[in-house]
């Protein structure tokens, strides 16, 4: 799949889980995303991620729901009462904090689930291409970051298959040490392969003095536009004008990062093409924002369990519009059944 259609996938999943506070609809969403982690999970190569969605869950929602409820002190049901002269935490404990707390752990579990989707679909290659090349050294350190913890992991997969062949076994604390060891001494080679590798092909040295004080001219005399703007705003009330030059404000920002992002130069090697199958996924996002923002009344997406807490209501139309995000899942099942066919000759048995 495209990356773009991936990036619309995401903002799409974003945009429905912020959109409501329903439970329901929310452990729908979680098991959409959890069957899309699997889905786009390759079968033939180890590609880790630091959390399941399913292990974050389990942790989240229990840490959020107990805070939340020694935390906020109202409702109408209280299940016990700490003693006030305990700071912050003192106070009735009632049922319906707690139930706030365990939806917004659950919320938070739903947009794990949908980033770790991305995180195993798109590479940082096609990251780092959606990242305006005026802040492509940033960049290139962002991807550097976020590919720190999938290799470790990796290697620390590695370093266990080799010490379990030569009859390691993990015991005790102390049976660590074969494994920590190798993991330092090959993340410090990594490091400085990586420094001598950037520093080799001249990483971010193409910037003049010239370009340095355009770029810091052009930056300060736009912030300087886009604050003006705000005080014309809410200080004189000049709605139209503040609007106007703030406006001004954000174009002098913009030319300046188009700018700088003329001089910076990479060659791509191979294009993504936009296929069927992206079309396919654009529309399931398409239809499900259209039917939760469009068909569905938005007290149906609504729920709080304060003053008293009550069991959530679930329409189905909006269960079944939420069904739009499991096209992906599809689309990579299908695509590797396709992959992995082998054609039988006329007159053949299949094994």
């Known amino acids: 799949m495209h990356p773009a259609a991936w990036f619309a996938w995401l903002a799409g999943a974003v945009v429905a889980a912020s959109s409501t506070r329903n439970p329901l609809y929310l452990v729908v969403l979680l098991l959409i995303f ?3 982690v699997e889905a786009v999970r390759s079968p033939n190569v180890y590609t880790p991620i630091p ?4 292990r974050f869950m389990l942790f989240i929602v229990p840490v959020s729901a107990l805070f939340n409820a020694v935390s906020t002190h109202f409702g109408d049901t209280v299940l016990f009462s700490l003693p006030d002269f305990i700071p912050f935490f003192g106070g009735p404990v009632t049922a319906e904090a707690l139930v706030y707390g365990a939806t917004s752990g659950l919320l938070l579990s739903v947009l794990f689930a949908a980033f770790a989707v991305l995180n195993l679909a798109v590479s940082i290659r096609d990251m780092i291409r959606f990242i305006p090349r005026a802040f492509y050294p940033v960049a290139v350190v962002i991807s550097i970051a976020v590919t720190f913890v999938p290799t470790t992991l990796r290697q620390i997969q590695k370093i266990r298959e080799a010490q379990a062949v030569r009859g390691h076994r993990m015991r005790s604390l102390r049976d660590w040490l074969p494994l920590f060891m190798p993991l330092l001494v090959g993340g410090l080679e990594r490091a400085l ?8 092909r001249g990483f971010a040295s193409n910037a003049t003095p010239e370009k340095n004080a355009f770029t810091q001219v052009g930056t300060v005399a736009g912030l300087i536009l886009v604050l003006a703007g705000g005080l014309l705003r809410m200080a004189w009330g000049e709605a139209l004008w503040g609007n106007v030059v703030i406006a001004l404000g ?5 030319g300046v990062v188009w700018q700088m992002g003329r001089h910076v130069t990479y060659t791509t090697y191979r294009r993504n093409a936009w296929t069927a199958r992206d079309w396919m996924v654009l529309t399931g996002v398409a239809v499900t924002l259209v039917v939760l923002f469009v068909f569905s ?6 729920y709080t369990p304060y003053p008293a807490v009550a069991l959530p209501v679930f329409e189905p139309l909006i269960g079944l519009a ?4 499991m096209i992906p899942a599809v689309v990579a099942v ?18």
């Open 51 to 54: 959390v399941a969605p399913e």
């Open 297 to 302: 009344d938005r007290l149906a997406r609504y």
């Open 34 to 36: 959890v069957l899309v």
């Open 193 to 200: 392969q990586l420094a001598e590798t950037m520093t080799a």
């Open 334 to 351: 299908r695509g590797y059944l396709e992959s992995v066919q082998v054609p039988v000759m006329e007159g053949q048995r299949p094994s």
């Open 322 to 325: 939420l069904l739009g995000f």
């Open 250 to 254: 954000a174009l002098v920002i913009g």
